[in-house]
């Protein structure tokens, strides 16, 4: 076993959004021969370009051979708040040497890009400590291609010409009729015409970008009726659970993680405040407006508190068996205070449904955390 088995990266910065930090991303990718496949307003993902080799030809005519590895791939997430944003890097696939690269430049970039004299966290595997930097002087202030992307699309999205305002205005509407499962559906249709058809007038900006944008801007607006909706639905289940979370708070950490039967390897015994990375990046879920913003804290969240193992443990114990993560999850959801937490996990299962493999398995685990404090844990 490698000494770390994925490497992972988690900073907070102040003083810049979403727009600048992806536009390092970028370079960073280039600068370190990854390629950025996939790209919403919130997130990326790159793969390596790995240099044509006889090796590397040879792993794909004869896949079973010694030569063939697996695509080393890195993803970006972004949690926006008022004040800051949280940036997560994390390797996805391949080989840890490689994915280290793109991590190293991204993090040298993200430092010369940040603001003078702001102070922000830093955490890493590499780092033995949590330190706090203070930014030189030097800072050059360049408007983001992104966020000339993004303006564009926002004009159009708002601008009577188009009439794109009026259609979000419709779906807005058909809410306050009532509130049914079909109309993520619905709502999937409607970002895909917009986004083809704003990709038309705008081909500079990725597709996938476009419907991001589109998305963001279409649940921006209704999630709160949504969620008035699926706290109704789920109200019984999100009952029990706020009165075991009252019963339960006030215990020490420590404590709590023996009441949740949290296997002893990962307790994290010694450190006062266990999982803390994890709770950085939970905490955050209320705040966020839309679906898909509330995915990516769930999966950065996830990632976080197997970063927490693995720290701990120096890359000798990792949390696999879905039996050992079950009880954390429960820890985490206990201490983050995240509100209605069956009603949002509802809309997201809903938002996902049928589409999103690996989103699905997440919110099931958090869903199954959530059913069991409600009903099971006494």
């Keep these: 076993m490698n000494s770390i088995p994925f490497e992972y990266f988690q900073q907070e910065v102040k003083g810049t959004n979403s727009h600048a930090i992806q536009d390092l991303f970028s370079a960073s990718a280039s600068d370190t021969h990854f390629q950025v496949i996939s790209k919403t307003s919130n997130s990326s993902t790159a793969v390596y370009q790995e240099p044509l080799s006889f090796k590397s030809v040879l792993a794909c005519i ?6 063939y590895s697996e695509i080393s791939s890195v993803k970006l997430e972004i949690l926006p708040d008022k004040k800051s944003v949280l940036v997560i890097l994390r390797s996805l696939t391949g080989e840890n040497a490689i994915c280290r690269q793109i991590i190293e430049d991204f993090k040298s970039k993200l ?23 203070e930014q030189p002087d030097s ?41 049914n499962d079909a109309i993520f559906q619905s709502i999937d249709c409607k970002v ?26 279409i649940y921006s607006k209704i999630y709160p009726r949504l969620l008035e909706h699926y706290k109704e639905l789920n109200g019984a289940v999100d009952q029990k659970f706020e009165q075991k979370r009252a019963k339960l708070v006030c215990l020490a950490s420590g404590e709590l993680l023996k009441v949740l039967q949290v296997s002893s390897k990962f307790l994290l015994t010694g450190i006062s405040e266990p999982y803390s990375d994890a709770k950085i990046v939970l905490r955050r879920f209320n705040k966020l ?9 769930l999966i950065a969240a996830v990632a976080c508190m197997k970063a927490c193992v693995v720290e701990y443990w120096k890359g000798g114990v990792e ?36 589409r999103l493999e690996n989103e699905s398995r997440i919110i099931l685990n958090f869903n199954s955390a959530v059913s069991y404090l409600s009903m099971h844990l006494n």
């Design 62 to 67: 004869l896949p079973v051979t010694p030569f």
């Design 111 to 133: 430092r010369n890009f940040s603001k003078p004299n702001i102070f922000f966290f830093e955490k890493s595997f590499q780092s033995e400590s949590i330190t706090y930097i």
């Design 289 to 297: 407006k839309t679906p898909l913003d509330k995915i990516n804290c």
């Design 139 to 179: 800072y050059e202030k360049v408007k983001p291609e992104s966020q000339q992307n993004d303006f564009s699309i926002d004009r159009a999205l708002t601008s009577p010409d188009f009439q794109y305002s009026e259609a979000i205005e419709e779906i807005s509407d058909s809410l306050k009729t009532g509130v």
């Design 192 to 217: 895909e015409k917009m986004a083809q058809d704003v990709f038309m007038k705008y081909p500079r900006c990725p597709l996938q970008y476009c419907r991001s944008l589109i998305e963001k801007k």
């Design 319 to 354: 949390i696999q068996a879905m039996d050992d993560e079950l009880p954390v999850l429960m820890f985490l959801l206990l201490t983050c205070e995240i509100c209605y937490p069956s009603a949002e996990l509802t809309i997201l299962s809903h938002y996902v449904s049928g």
